[in-house]
């Protein structure tokens, strides 16, 4: 079981940048997926959550309307689409997935998931 977070990098306040995390080892359309942050000193937070074959959906509150959370089943890959980014943005973010079924999106961004990749930094300038 894998996954492999890609695509951070160092963009200014107001840019955009599209996080890929690949997924092998598991059936990825029966599992939920979501993006975490943890920036220095910080607690990890769950920016986004989609339970198993999309039923549910969370956002957290200061990334509603500017980040975008996906998944391709057919490449076993899920995406952040993060805009307007700002400098409170700035972060390691983690991709996660968890089999376990019957809890909610906003439960897995709350209290985390099984399966955790690397993470990738995010740098954002003001």
């Known amino acids: 079981v894998q996954l492999q977070a890609s695509g951070g990098g160092s963009v200014q306040a107001g840019g955009s940048l599209r996080l890929s995390c690949a997924a092998s080892?598991?059936?990825?359309?029966?599992?939920?997926i979501g993006w975490f942050r943890q920036a220095p000193g910080k607690e990890r937070e769950g920016d986004s959550c989609i339970t198993n074959r999309g039923g549910g959906l969370y956002y957290r509150d200061s990334v509603k309307g500017r980040f975008t959370i996906s998944r391709d089943n057919a490449k076993n890959t899920f995406y952040l689409q993060m805009n307007s980014l700002k400098p409170d943005d700035a972060a390691v973010y983690y991709c996660a997935a968890d089999e376990r079924r019957g809890n909610s999106a906003r439960h897995y961004c709350n209290y985390g998931m099984r399966l955790w990749g690397k993470g990738t930094l995010v740098t954002v300038s003001s």
């Open positions: 080892g598991f059936i990825f359309d029966d599992v939920a």
